[in-house]
């Protein structure tokens, strides 16, 4: 079980909990999907992500917390900060003595199981440059979080491959047709 940060990648992770792609690829139309539809679904990607200890007891007001969390940092990386505000409200930070009693760490005191390791982990990265680098595809279809490990820091897409491809095929064609 996590005692602190986390990796940003597990952030990552969270956030893509919540799949909106909505696309066909490859003659395959993919459909979103929320993975953290009931407590038991929340416990079980907690303990598969080693935030919580096997068999911590979830309440449904945790469910609801994580989804906000998920709902605030999802907006944050949008940039909506009104509603980022608002969601993420509930997640406040204090410095507390680190482990080792030699300095301080930021705790985050949710009240919900493993969302701390979680917010102290944007807190850490926001802090250190980090978070700079999670972004949602700009791929209105798609919406999916990543990682971008650009030069330069200027990606848009989750793949290249596929969105970045899609969308800019797209805008060649209404080119052409222009």
Same mark, same amino acid.
Request: aromatic share 6%; glycine share 10%.
């Given at each position: 079980?996590s005692?602190?940060?986390v990796?940003l990648?597990?952030v990552?992770q969270?956030l893509n909990t919540?799949?909106?792609?909505a696309?066909?690829?490859?003659g395959?139309r993919?459909t979103?999907?929320d993975?953290?539809?009931s407590v038991q679904?929340?416990?079980?990607?907690?303990?598969?992500h080693?935030?919580?200890g096997?068999?911590?007891e979830l309440?449904p007001?945790?469910?609801?917390?994580?989804?906000a969390l $998920?709902?605030?940092?999802?907006?944050?990386?949008?940039?909506?900060?009104?509603?980022t505000?608002?969601a993420l409200a509930p997640?406040?930070?204090?410095?507390a003595?680190d482990?080792?009693g030699?300095?301080l760490r930021?705790?985050?005191?949710s009240?919900t199981?493993g969302?701390?390791?979680l917010?102290?982990?944007?807190?850490?990265n926001?802090a250190?440059g980090?978070?700079?680098?999670l972004?949602?595809c700009?791929?209105?279809d798609? $919406?999916?979080?990543?990682y971008?490990?650009?030069?330069?820091g200027?990606?848009?897409?989750?793949?290249?491959?596929?969105c970045?491809n899609r969308?800019k095929?797209?805008?060649?064609? $209404?080119?052409?047709?222009d």
């Amino acid at each position: 079980m996590s005692d602190g940060v986390v990796d940003l990648v597990v952030v990552e992770q969270f956030l893509n909990t919540l799949d909106e792609r909505a696309f066909s690829w490859h003659g395959e139309r993919h459909t979103g999907h929320d993975e953290l539809t009931s407590v038991q679904a929340l416990s079980a990607w907690l303990e598969a992500h080693d935030l919580v200890g096997a068999g911590q007891e979830l309440r449904p007001s945790d469910l609801t917390a994580a989804r906000a969390l $998920r709902a605030g940092l999802r907006d944050a990386l949008s940039d909506d900060s009104a509603r980022t505000a608002k969601a993420l409200a509930p997640f406040p930070l204090t410095l507390a003595p680190d482990a080792d009693g030699g300095g301080l760490r930021l705790v985050a005191d949710s009240g919900t199981p493993g969302l701390g390791a979680l917010v102290e982990t944007v807190a850490a990265n926001v802090a250190g440059g980090g978070w700079s680098r999670l972004k949602l595809c700009a791929s209105a279809d798609c $919406r999916w979080a990543f990682y971008d490990t650009s030069r330069n820091g200027g990606g848009r897409w989750c793949s290249m491959d596929v969105c970045g491809n899609r969308n800019k095929t797209r805008a060649y064609r $209404r080119r052409l047709a222009d």
